[in-house]
């Protein structure tokens, strides 16, 4: 299953709500996850079965979405959300990340 | 808390097999889900090497599948890969996580190791 991400970066002011969406060459049900990775470090499990929050992560990150269209929407923009964003989907051998969504602090 | 420390050579000779180990702490991988490696070269994205059931049932990316061999060492708590015929395509960061079973997200990464194919 193929993901693609859009867009692949984007610049943005603190306070601002950014979306992210992620597309899949077909549809499943919801297995579908978003990390975040800061430069030098792992990917970091924001949200899981699309819309689920990890424990911890900040209230601000939603998922949302099925079938082929899945979004990632942070509601107001904080300086340390400046990192990159990959969707993934595990419902389907082999695991596939999407391209990755850049995301900049004006 | 579960930690995952990725471990190996950083410098792999072309044609050579790369050889990594993930050692798990605070969880006996035992007692169940699946382990996984997932690789990024430089400046670029996420790809997943393959995974590894507690029971040793393995499952890998169709684009290495002849190159990789993953396993579990119980009395060690850790599991390992090998990737056979090594080029400098294989240069990225490792990462070993757990997860990455069918409808099981990647809950828990290593911080990574950064493996250098070159003569």
């Known amino acids: 299953i193929r993901m693609t991400q859009s867009p692949s970066s984007l610049s943005a002011s603190i306070g601002d709500r950014v979306t992210i969406t992620c597309r899949a060459s077909?549809?499943?049900?919801?297995?579908l996850a978003w990390y975040q990775q800061k430069p030098g470090k792992a990917p970091k499990l924001l949200i899981y079965e699309a819309s689920t929050l990890q424990s911890g992560v900040p209230s601000r990150f939603t998922g949302s979405g099925s079938g082929t269209d899945f979004t990632l929407t942070i509601s107001s923009l904080q300086s340390e959300d400046s990192a990159t964003y990959y969707c993934?989907?595990?419902?389907?051998?082999?695991?596939?990340f999407g391209g990755g969504t850049r995301v900049e602090i004006k | 808390q579960v930690q995952l420390q990725e471990s190996g050579p950083g410098l792999v000779r072309p044609s050579d097999t790369l050889s990594l180990s993930c050692s798990v702490s605070s969880y006996s991988i035992t007692n169940g889900h699946y382990w996984a490696w997932v690789r990024q070269p430089p400046g670029k994205g996420l790809e997943w090497i393959g995974s590894i059931t507690h029971g040793g049932d393995t499952y890998y990316n169709s684009s290495l599948t002849t190159r990789v061999t993953m396993s579990t060492d119980a009395s060690q708590n850790q599991f390992s890969l090998r990737l056979s015929s090594v080029t400098d395509a294989d240069t990225a960061i490792y990462y070993c996580a757990r997860g990455g079973g069918a409808y099981t997200p990647f809950s828990i990464w290593g911080q990574g190791t950064m493996v250098t194919v070159s003569s």
């Open positions: 993934q989907q595990y419902y389907a051998y082999p695991l596939t």
């Open positions: 077909e549809a499943f049900y919801n297995h």
